[in-house]
């Protein structure tokens, strides 16, 4: 019994400290460094694209005006980038996997931004002419999205 009282009274004090706003100051020195990081370079992200398996006659070499769908979107990606930063890990005529991507903290109306609004911003771009490719969007959590591609 005195054991489980004593466990309770330090379950107790560990929960009275949880917020950040209760840690002694300097408690964790990284933290101010961690969120200038996020304020200046942006929020790290991961997009992938994937061609549905019945797209047609669609898929990352389709050309448009001379480009390649996959050169287009990795354009996009470049101009909606904090500062062009992004890694283009792998990539095929089906399917294409950006990791390292940093995207925006907040949106220009102040919202704080996922992988899933970035996704959407991409989305919205390919289903507009000259593309008009129907698009399916499965976000994972803050950090991932991946855009499906139909014809």
Do not use: C
């Amino acid at each position: 019994m005195e054991r489980a009282v004593r466990q309770h009274q330090v379950h107790r004090e560990i929960a009275s400290i949880t917020l950040l706003s209760d840690l002694p100051e300097g408690w964790y020195p990284g933290q101010e460094h961690h969120f200038d990081d996020l304020l200046q370079n942006g929020r790290e992200i991961s997009l992938n694209i994937r061609v549905f398996e019945n797209s047609g006659d669609v898929d990352l070499e389709t050309e448009y005006d001379g480009k390649e769908l996959r050169e287009i979107i990795e354009d996009w990606v470049y101009e909606n980038t904090v500062e062009h930063r992004f890694n283009l890990a792998d990539d095929s005529e089906v399917y294409m996997n950006f990791d390292e991507v940093r995207i925006p903290l907040y949106d220009d109306r102040g919202r704080a931004m996922a992988a899933s609004n970035f996704a959407r911003e991409l989305e919205k771009y390919l289903k507009g002419a000259p593309f008009n490719i129907p698009i399916k969007r499965d976000n994972a959590g803050l950090g991932l999205a991946t855009l499906y591609l139909f014809k």
